[in-house]
């Protein structure tokens, strides 16, 4: 039996939704407007960052939807989530329009406002997909056959995603707060790759497992799949770990 969708969920469903297309919407503006594609200051950022944070936000308030953790603590994570997700993607949106990078730039009293609210921001992120990750190891994720693994995979290689994207912006404000404002901007491509690989394991390990849920292949050869489909992730996430060292 389908549970029905609870108010919190119907928020962050239609929040991500709007972030999706508010990064759609300025991929558009890249195709017209033009400029650099790369670098602190291009419409990359409001594009990847709309895109990535709605899909995250979208596919975190499904995939918990499978943890055994009460409905009011879940409901209130979920909420201070989806506000962060706007939070952090309105920020980086509004530097784009201003021209001026979004993270790491300290260069007026105001832009050094944005760059520390979404370094805060990040942290809120941390702590509450931290909390979401030891949920589904405290007790086994509920769902068809896969999923706890697939959730719980998911989380753990999220953290991996989390952990580099502090280590970017700690060694970014360092380098701003001491002078070094370009090496600041820069300093964050090594781990970029990893960054970007492990953040959607949430999204892309419990939707293959939903998938496999439909298909008539049995328990056995479901299972097993997961088992090599999370293999192959953590290959890539272990491959971008790897770049990220040789090429520091």
Known sequence: MKLPVRPAERLCHVTGAVLILSGL????????????????????????????????????????????????????????????????VGGITLQAWRRVPSHLDMETPFDTAVSMTLAVGGGVLVVLLTVFAVASFRHRPTGPTGMALAVRSGFAILLVALASGAAMIARGVV???????????????????????????????PALAWLLSRTSWSEAVRRRTMIVAVGCYVVAVAGAGVWAVLTY
Request: proline share 4%; glycine share 10%; aromatic share 10%.
């Open 25 to 88: 919407v300025h991929l558009g503006v890249f195709a017209v407007d033009g400029g650099p594609w790369y670098g602190p200051v291009s419409w990359r950022k409001p594009v990847t960052f709309g895109l990535s944070f709605g899909a995250t936000l979208i596919a975190v308030t499904w995939v918990t939807s499978y943890l055994r953790i009460g409905v009011r603590l879940r409901t209130v994570l979920l909420v201070v989530f989806a506000a962060d997700c706007v939070v952090e």
């Open 175 to 205: 380098l701003a707060r001491t002078g070094h404002q370009e090496a600041a901007y820069h300093s964050t491509a090594l781990l970029k790759p990893l960054h970007g690989v492990s953040l959607h394991a949430v999204l892309v390990l």
